[in-house]
């Protein structure tokens, strides 16, 4: 059974940093792109960016409201992608999903990450 | 990017009834080399995260029951739900795979009248 779990959400002020990771298991983490989610309070899904699969060189790709300020790496050997969110806005409130992207659409989310940018 | 625009925001229908969502993108998703169509349609129950239930346009994902059907191609899609049941109560979102910056519509909200 595939299984994503999220951890490291939280409360932090603006400007500051935080990162989530997403811990993997039931499937051949490294044959599979990972995307990030979010999801505002109240509102719709926005595509945060991915970092691809080994056979494409675990590159990445990100949404222009995050570009520059949010990093997606991924460490094969344990599982785990991992989403680095610098000079946090209040605008990124937002419960974060892992999703496996797996050519098809995201055929498996976790469970989600709360984030809360505030002072 | 390209932008996904579904209709309508919400709508109620009784129970047993047939639930029709549409969605349109700004530009073709449709990749002529394979012939499919990169859409896939999601529900999300509250406090639940999303769950894949419609591929490829019209292909339903694994245990996702048969009164869920996708259909359409190019820009113009839709979701339809054959028989609603008191269970399908959700937000509904397509989105697009066939670009890079993948990119959801705005959802659509199914109630019970």
């Known amino acids: 059974e595939v299984q994503l779990v999220e951890s490291g959400g939280g409360l932090v002020q603006p400007g500051r940093s935080l990162r989530l990771s997403c811990t993997a298991s039931?499937?051949?983490?490294?044959?599979?792109?990972m995307s990030w989610v979010r999801q505002a309070p109240g509102k719709g899904l926005e595509w945060v960016g991915f970092v691809r699969s080994e056979p494409y060189g675990g590159t990445t790709e990100y949404a222009a409201s995050v570009k520059g300020r949010f990093t997606i790496s991924r460490d094969n050997s344990k599982s785990v992608a991992y989403l680095q969110m610098n000079s946090l806005k209040t605008e990124d409130t937002a419960v974060y999903y892992c999703?496996?992207?797996?050519?098809?659409?995201?055929?498996?989310w976790g469970q989600g990450a709360l984030v809360t940018v505030s002072s | 990017d390209i932008v996904m625009t579904q209709s309508p925001d919400s709508l109620a229908v009784s129970l047993g009834e047939r639930a029709t969502i549409n969605c349109k993108s700004s530009q073709s998703v449709l990749y002529s080399s394979n012939n499919k169509n990169y859409l896939a349609w999601y529900q999300q129950k509250p406090g639940q995260p999303p769950k894949l239930l419609i591929y490829w346009a019209s292909a339903r994902d694994s245990g996702v029951p048969d009164r869920f059907s996708g259909s359409g191609s190019g820009t113009d899609f839709t979701l339809t739900i054959s028989s609603l049941q008191a269970e399908d109560v959700a937000v509904y979102y397509c989105q697009q795979y066939s670009t890079i910056l993948r990119t959801f519509g705005q959802g659509t909200k199914v109630e019970i009248k």
């Open positions: 039931g499937f051949t983490f490294a044959d599979y792109t």
């Open positions: 999703t496996r992207d797996g050519g098809r659409g995201f055929d498996s």
